[in-house]
């Protein structure tokens, strides 16, 4: 298992098979396990308000997103070279997707399907790696390469840099708390982190 995500009242758990190239969920009640087969090294995931999965196909350079209901798959392709590693839910419906490969953030409407804007990141090939969106609509980004976190605001389209107090990081995901603050935790220097 590579990423989990708990979704509804009926507490399933949605999680991706990187080498595998699957999706699959689990309905933590009965214990079954479904398994929906894609491409492209299947990693990030989140859900939109209708209750698709959305999941990063780095490999293909696309998002996909899966109809739970029907099993039925669709795609929208990143560009090339994005590399598309997680994707966040925002407060307004929106999807925000960190592309590695390219040092960009993409803002996807789920309902068209397509990318409605994409923001450079200021390290230009910093690794954008992890993505979160707190209560407030601000978008947080990790640049990986770096040792910075980024804090876009869609409206004003301003970007705040944080600049890591230790080196070598390496976040891979990241979670905003009650209180606004964002927690991370390195997974190359094993430290624990919080942005106030």
């Given at each position: 298992?590579?990423?989990?995500?708990?979704?509804?009242?009926?507490?399933?758990?949605?999680?991706?098979?990187?080498?595998?190239?699957?999706?699959?969920?689990?309905?933590?009640?009965?214990?079954?396990?479904?398994?929906?087969?894609?491409s492209g090294g299947p990693y990030g995931l989140a859900l939109d308000r209708a209750g698709n999965v959305w999941f990063c196909r780095?490999?293909?350079?696309?998002?996909?997103?899966?109809?739970?209901?029907?099993?039925?798959?669709?795609?929208?392709?990143?560009?090339?070279?994005?590399?598309?590693?997680?994707?966040?839910?925002?407060?307004?419906?929106?999807?925000?997707?960190?592309?590695?490969?390219?040092?960009?953030?993409?803002?996807?409407?789920?309902?068209?399907?397509?990318?409605?804007?994409?923001?450079?990141?200021?390290?230009?090939?910093?690794?954008?790696?992890?993505?979160?969106?707190?209560?407030?609509?601000?978008?947080?980004?990790?640049?990986?390469?770096?040792?910075?976190?980024?804090?876009?605001d869609p409206k004003t389209e301003q970007m705040r840099v944080v600049n890591l107090p230790s080196k070598n990081v390496g976040i891979?995901?990241?979670?905003?708390?009650?209180?606004?603050?964002?927690?991370?935790?390195?997974?190359?220097?094993?430290?624990?982190?919080?942005?106030?």
């Amino acid at each position: 298992m590579h990423t989990l995500i708990i979704t509804d009242d009926q507490s399933t758990i949605w999680f991706t098979m990187q080498s595998g190239n699957k999706v699959a969920s689990l309905q933590t009640r009965t214990g079954s396990i479904k398994e929906y087969p894609s491409s492209g090294g299947p990693y990030g995931l989140a859900l939109d308000r209708a209750g698709n999965v959305w999941f990063c196909r780095m490999g293909d350079n696309k998002m996909g997103r899966l109809d739970p209901t029907s099993g039925q798959m669709a795609e929208v392709d990143m560009g090339r070279d994005s590399l598309p590693r997680r994707v966040a839910a925002a407060p307004d419906g929106m999807l925000w997707i960190a592309l590695y490969g390219n040092g960009k953030l993409a803002k996807l409407d789920p309902v068209s399907m397509k990318v409605v804007k994409t923001y450079q990141l200021p390290a230009g090939d910093g690794g954008p790696y992890a993505v979160t969106v707190d209560g407030g609509g601000m978008v947080w980004a990790n640049e990986i390469k770096t040792d910075t976190v980024v804090r876009l605001d869609p409206k004003t389209e301003q970007m705040r840099v944080v600049n890591l107090p230790s080196k070598n990081v390496g976040i891979r995901k990241m979670v905003v708390d009650a209180n606004g603050r964002l927690w991370y935790m390195g997974s190359h220097n094993g430290r624990l982190g919080v942005v106030e």
